[in-house]
């Protein structure tokens, strides 16, 4: 799993992201804050909610 944090708006290319999944192959990124998930939202469910696939 991959989890991407932003404090802004997200950029078109997130290079971070982009370059982790390439080297491993996570089976599912996230991307928290700027245009993906809220911090509110992430931080208020639970772990194991993320981790799903």
């Known amino acids: 799993m991959a989890i991407e944090v932003k404090n802004g708006r997200a950029q078109d290319v997130l290079p971070g992201l982009g370059a982790f999944a390439e080297a491993f192959n996570p089976t ?26």
Do not use: N, Y
């Not at 990124?29 to 696939?53: C, H």
């Open 28 to 53: 599912r990124t996230l991307l928290v804050g700027g245009d993906g998930i809220s911090l509110d939202e992430f931080l208020a469910r639970p772990v194991e909610d993320w981790l799903k696939a």
